[in-house]
């Protein structure tokens, strides 16, 4: 019974930690209009729901246990497009200031990535050249889903989201040196 339950229990567990990467890749697709062409990746569990802090958790254990810089830049794209559509979710719900505190911090996931990427270089290993694009796209659609904030925001909120839309910028010219 007791190997049974460890084995029950490790896959369990794999399955949790596996699941959004083999379920939740952003897609590139063809362009329409002045769209970005990147969609962005369905979020699952809202922060407005009692389980997401199970969600969080989660989250937070596989930033811990991911040591590759790669990898690790990856997993915060992943994280920062998930929050840019949970944030849209949110607000849709009419819940704008919880969507503007998730849309904060998509932007602040995003913003450790080059980074990541810079030491990734200088520890010999480049990032390929189809992952700086999608980190390009992706920011590019980061911009998109906050200018439709902006436009859409009270006069409360958008201060708050002008910082967020100047984090979005600074990762911008980041990504342009890599």
Known sequence: ???SFLLSFTLLAGAIF????LSSNSQISTTSGQKVAYDLP???IL??????MIKAARDKIQEFITRD???KAELYNLL????MFMSQLLAKKGKSQLAINTLSKGEKYFLKIPELLSNSKKQGVKPQDEMILKLKL?????EEVISTFLKEASQDEIEQIRIILQNNQK???ELKSL
Request: proline share 13%; net charge positive; aromatic share 12%.
């Open 69 to 71: 810089n790669i990898r």
């Open 42 to 44: 369905y979020p699952g």
């Open 18 to 21: 596996a699941f959004p990467f």
């Open 138 to 142: 992706s920011n590019e659609k980061h």
């Open 47 to 52: 922060p407005d729901n009692p389980l997401y």
């Open 171 to 173: 990762i911008k010219e």
């Open 1 to 3: 019974m007791g190997k």
């Open 80 to 83: 920062s497009d998930k929050r």
